[in-house]
């Protein structure tokens, strides 16, 4: 029997064997390969960590292996993660169907579901988008219109959805719709999957400040989706709906972990606009100081990360564990990046030209769009409330008379 000891001689020696240097590096923007029907690697060493990690299985390596995943054990997968962080190895793909969709379909879809959405999924040949929001249902979900009105084989979507990421280049979507409108709200709603190139849907882009955005809203106008998309019980939607979205809260709480295009070295930028700590003026010193402070508290979370990692296998209700990870997260980062720009002073004043280097204007909008992190996969006053219920165990407030 192979100990955990030996897996992790052996993990070790596959990731040094076969994940090339470059991809031991932090991941620039632009560098993000996503699965999908048509994948798009910028260099050849993308192309073979992509494609060494899904022959080994290892885009979902705690999935069963039957449909396409690794068949590692918690213990196994934990191993895996914690040697992917020693190289500091980059993600081989981003799917948003395996952090947040997948697992949902593991525990309630059918077999033929399993099948037809987990394997491929786990090969990174589909891409995924959320369809959760609307102009209207934000942060209070269960007010969501988007209809699915049964039309015998099939049902008849009408409807929008918005802050859509990547909706124009996704190839499925995972979203909510109304089902049954005559009941109270939570229990009407129910969870499809609908394949994008379906005729009635069209995504369009939202701009942000930043300049740069993955956000679109999505407008659905008679469109047929057969009734085998159908994922859970009709109108059962909301319970998984509480599940996907712990699977989100979590995927979002890793981000700077695996050194996705947000996560920066605070201290080598600070290094590089601060003169050492002996020869800087008052305010430098400070700068430096909470640079500093950052950071450790950037370590900090991480290990932190790490070992709830460890609780929530253990655990029934992780919302509670999830909505710390993704609130800490999300602020953290906003929070670094206030100090980052702060350090860099004037040069953090660029948008565009050639007065600025690429990474100084990238440090400038990253800055504006970590704001959009504090609302995504539910703001954070919504994960303050689901921690003062959950973890706390605190009274839910009364209306007033």
């Not at 000891?5 to 470059?22: G, I």
């Not at 909301?238 to 890793?254: C, D, G, I, V």
Request: aromatic residues 8%.
């Amino acid at each position: 029997m192979t100990t955990i000891d030996d897996f992790r001689r052996e993990t070790r020696a596959w990731l040094e064997a076969n994940c090339p240097p470059s991809m031991r590096t932090p991941m620039p923007d632009g560098e993000l390969v996503w699965g999908g029907r048509t994948v798009e690697f910028k260099n050849e060493d993308q192309r073979l960590w992509f494609e060494r990690m899904r022959d080994k299985g290892w885009f979902c390596p705690d999935w069963p292996a039957e449909y396409g995943g690794g068949g590692l054990s918690p213990e196994q997968n934990a191993v895996l993660e914690s040697e992917m962080r020693r190289l500091h190895c980059r993600p081989p793909q981003i799917n948003l169907g395996i952090w947040m969709l997948g697992p949902v379909v593991l525990e309630f879809g059918t077999e033929e579901q399993k099948r037809e959405l987990i394997t491929p999924m786990a090969r990174g040949e589909i891409r995924w988008c959320q369809g959760f929001s609307e102009p209207n249902a934000g942060s209070d979900l269960a007010s969501l219109k988007t209809s699915a009105v049964d039309a015998g084989d099939h049902f008849i979507v009408n409807g929008t959805k918005i802050w859509t990421s990547y909706g124009d280049k996704s190839d499925w979507m995972y979203m909510l719709v109304r089902t049954d409108p005559d009941v109270p709200k939570q229990q009407g709603i129910s969870l499809l999957v609908v394949d994008m190139k379906s005729p009635g849907i069209e995504a369009r882009p939202i701009d942000l400040i930043s300049g740069k955005s993955s956000f679109c809203q999505v407008f659905f106008d008679n469109v047929n989706v057969p009734k085998r998309q159908l994922v859970g019980p009709l109108n059962g939607g909301w319970t998984l709906a509480k599940a996907l979205l712990q699977h989100e809260r979590r995927a979002m709480s890793k981000f700077g972990e695996f050194a996705l295009p947000n996560h920066v070295d605070l201290l080598s930028v600070a290094a590089r606009y601060l003169p050492p700590a002996d020869a800087g003026t008052n305010a430098e010193v400070a700068l430096r100081a909470r640079a500093l402070a950052m950071a450790m508290d950037e370590h900090a979370y991480t290990l932190t990360a790490q070992r709830m990692g460890e609780e929530i296998r253990a655990r029934q209700d992780v919302s509670g564990l999830m909505a710390i990870m993704k609130l800490v997260h999300s602020e953290q980062e906003k929070d670094k990046l206030e100090v980052l720009l702060d350090v860099m002073g004037h040069r953090a004043l660029g948008w565009e030209g050639e007065a600025f280097d690429s990474s100084e204007l990238a440090l400038t909008r990253a800055w504006l769009g970590s704001f959009a992190q504090t609302i995504a996969g539910g703001s954070s006053e919504v994960q303050l409330n689901v921690i003062a219920k959950r973890v706390l165990g605190l009274p839910e407030g009364k209306q007033g008379k």
